[in-house]
Nanobody
């Protein structure tokens, strides 16, 4: 059974930056597409960014140009660099792993396995 552990969340002022990390263990990381989702209080969960097995990336329109997803296949770690943060980015951020090649789609990740999340709070 795979395991994902997120870290790097915190509180930051609008315009600031954070980098989230997700350490993966217990599965063949290179065969999995990875993604970051988020859920704000009272709102539905939404996909933020994904990276496929060939490192093709997908971004939600709301974060394009501000967030960058990347992965280190030697360290089995997924990253999300978040720049120019806005109050509307406040949410719990989750790391997700899904076996296979997935790009430009969010719903299949609901069938993957998830970390417990890390909170990001952006103040105005």
């Amino acid at each position: 059974q795979g395991r994902l552990r997120e870290s790097g969340g915190g509180s930051v002022q609008a315009g600031g930056s954070l980098t989230l990390s997700c350490d993966a263990a217990g599965f063949l990381y290179t065969r999995f597409s990875m993604a970051w989702f988020r859920q704000a209080s009272g709102k539905e969960r939404e996909g933020v960014a994904s990276i496929a097995t060939d490192d093709t990336t997908t971004y939600a329109d709301s974060v394009k140009g501000r967030f960058t997803i990347s992965r280190d296949k030697r360290r089995n770690t997924l990253y999300l660099l978040m720049n120019n943060l806005k109050p509307e980015d406040t949410a719990m951020y989750y790391c997700v792993a899904l076996r296979g090649y997935y790009t430009n789609t969010w719903s299949p990740f609901n069938s993957g396995f998830w970390g417990e999340g890390t909170q990001v709070t952006v103040s105005s």
